[in-house]
């Protein structure tokens, strides 16, 4: 039972293009939706976030947004740049405690061709 | 200056045997994570101490058992390793008053393989 789903294993995109990476999710008592980026033999590190009270939230060239009625989320990355070529994970997290039980999809792989 | 560290980072070892794996954050967060992502992927929580109390603890076998000797360490222990338990072992910390607070760090992850 995947609650958080990345349906594109892998985007592949030309530099100075946008990146378009989604996630759709299952459970409407999510209230917190993360990105997380990871490179090859690293462990993830945290690249934005937003709160189900919000649509957009913007961060540099990395803007995350939040589709509620539909549960879907999208980042976008623009310009892309080579250095971007990692995997990506959405997560997301139901609130109400302290304790994040993130919940994970099963990541999406960016390449970034210069 | 690593903020999560993790030690080993290679586990190469038998069916059968007993390993543990370290996970130290310098962050002074009071929440740590142990996560393990599979052949496919996906990045699923196993375990979560606040201030040294279990508060998470998800569906995994009794042979797993975490330890968490003071706030900045969480150890994790496997007992009677089978192959199916081959796979990155994360650790992660948060901090509670933090925001946004659900953000947790992450270490460079255990690469763990039962022979």
């Known amino acids: 039972d995947q609650q958080v789903k990345q349906n594109s294993p892998s985007l592949s995109v030309q530099e100075g293009r946008i990146s378009i990476l989604n996630c759709d999710y299952t459970n409407s008592m999510f209230d917190y939706f993360l990105w997380y980026k990871k490179y090859p033999a690293e462990g993830p590190t945290f690249l934005i976030s937003?709160?189900?009270?919000?649509d957009k939230n913007e961060d540099g060239r990395f803007t995350v947004f939040l589709n509620k009625s539909a549960k879907h989320l999208s980042l976008h990355i623009v310009p892309s740049q080579p250095g971007d070529s990692a995997v990506y994970f959405c997560?997301?997290?139901?609130?109400?405690?302290?304790?994040?039980?993130?919940?994970f999809g099963q990541g999406t792989i960016l390449t970034v061709h210069p | 200056d690593t903020a999560v560290s993790q030690t080993p980072k290679y586990l190469v070892t038998q069916m059968g045997n007993d390993k543990s794996i370290k996970c130290e954050q310098n962050l002074g967060h009071d929440t740590m994570y142990w996560y393990k992502q599979d052949s496919k992927k996906f990045l699923k929580i196993m375990f979560s101490?606040?201030?040294?109390?279990?508060?998470i603890n998800e569906t995994v076998p009794n042979r797993f058992s975490p330890k968490s000797p003071d706030k900045a360490h969480l150890n994790l222990h496997i007992n009677s390793l089978e192959l199916g338990d081959s796979a990155v072992y994360f650790c992660?910390?948060?901090?509670?008053?933090?925001?946004?607070?659900?953000?947790?760090?992450f270490g460079p992850g255990t690469r763990l393989l039962v022979l």
């Open positions: 997560a997301s997290y139901p609130g109400g405690t302290s304790y994040g039980k993130l919940t």
């Open positions: 937003i709160s189900s009270i919000k």
């Open positions: 992660a910390s948060s901090g509670d008053r933090e925001w946004p607070q659900e953000t947790q760090y």
């Open positions: 101490y606040n201030n040294k109390e279990l508060i």
